[in-house]
């Protein structure tokens, strides 16, 4: 099994940034990919960011320019540096892994528990 721990959510006022760190930990053989999504009531989970193992990146069309994903693959880990935050950037942001747990080479994928993001004045 693999466990995703995110930390960095809050409240914070329109223009502001916020910084995402999502730790994954367990027996993990290979991350592939890990992201960002996010959701709020009434709508489908939808993708913010992605990084794949080789570094290459990709966001949704609402965020770029101002939000950047980046990884240590060495921990595990993901961040995502948001900036020029908007209203409508509210959301519970989860973190996701795509990997492979070592011993029965089984790929999935993983979700942290959600951190919430406020953007308000």
């Known amino acids: 099994q693999v466990q995703l721990v995110e930390s960095g959510g809050g409240l914070v006022q329109p223009g502001g940034s916020l910084r995402l760190s999502c730790a994954a930990s367990?027996?993990?053989?290979?991350?592939?990919?890990m992201g960002w999504y996010r959701q709020v009531p009434g709508k489908q989970r939808e993708l913010v960011a992605a990084?794949?193992?080789?570094?290459?990146?990709n966001y949704a069309e609402s965020v770029k320019g101002r939000f950047t994903i980046s990884g240590d693959n060495a921990k595990n880990t993901v961040y995502l540096q948001m900036n020029s935050l908007k209203p409508e950037d509210t959301a519970v942001y989860y973190c996701?892994?795509?990997?492979?747990?070592?011993?029965?080479?089984?790929?999935?994928?993983?979700w942290g528990q959600g951190t919430q993001v406020t953007v308000s004045s």
């Open positions: 996701n892994a795509d990997a492979v747990t070592s011993g029965n080479w089984y790929r999935a994928n993983y």
């Open positions: 367990g027996s993990i053989f290979r991350i592939n990919a």
């Open positions: 990084i794949r193992s080789g570094g290459s990146t």
